[in-house]
């Protein structure tokens, strides 16, 4: 099987090595001479990071893959969490719910030594 054009990876390392050596060339630069040394440690550093990237990020057919996989999957909960609601409305309350004013609590509260009431989102204890 050959290598479709799309896993066919340009080889860039050897364009880099054809243009330097024509740099090289063209400004008389030997491989002893400092900025030489300088470029090819340039390189080391460039590749380390390069396999660095590679080892970490995931491709973009597995970034989509798994971006698809959460989407089923939130899909999937969510149709269960419907039914489950669904489910529940259609049957009724085994207790009624009651609610309480929020005036009637804070009566409470003021006469019930260590009660802790909830009110406008900040706990307020109660020491008696």
Not at 86 to 114: C, F, M, R, W, Y
Request: net charge negative; with cysteine; glycine share 2%.
């Amino acid at each position: 099987m050959s290598a479709t054009p799309k896993d066919t990876k340009p080889d860039f390392d050897e364009e880099f090595l054809q243009t330097l050596g024509q740099w090289k060339e063209k400004n008389k630069i030997r491989d002893d001479d400092a900025v030489y040394l300088l470029v090819e440690l340039f390189r080391i550093h460039q590749k380390h990071w390069d396999a660095l990237r590679q080892r970490q990020m995931p491709s973009l057919d597995q970034f989509r893959t798994d971006i698809a996989a959460v989407t089923e999957s939130y899909k999937s909960f969510r149709e269960m969490l419907e039914e489950l609601i669904e489910s529940l409305a259609a049957q009724p309350a085994a207790v009624p719910v009651k609610t309480i004013p929020l005036d009637d609590l804070l009566a409470q509260a003021e006469h019930t030594p260590g009660f802790v009431c909830a009110t406008a989102g900040k706990w307020l204890p109660r020491f008696s």
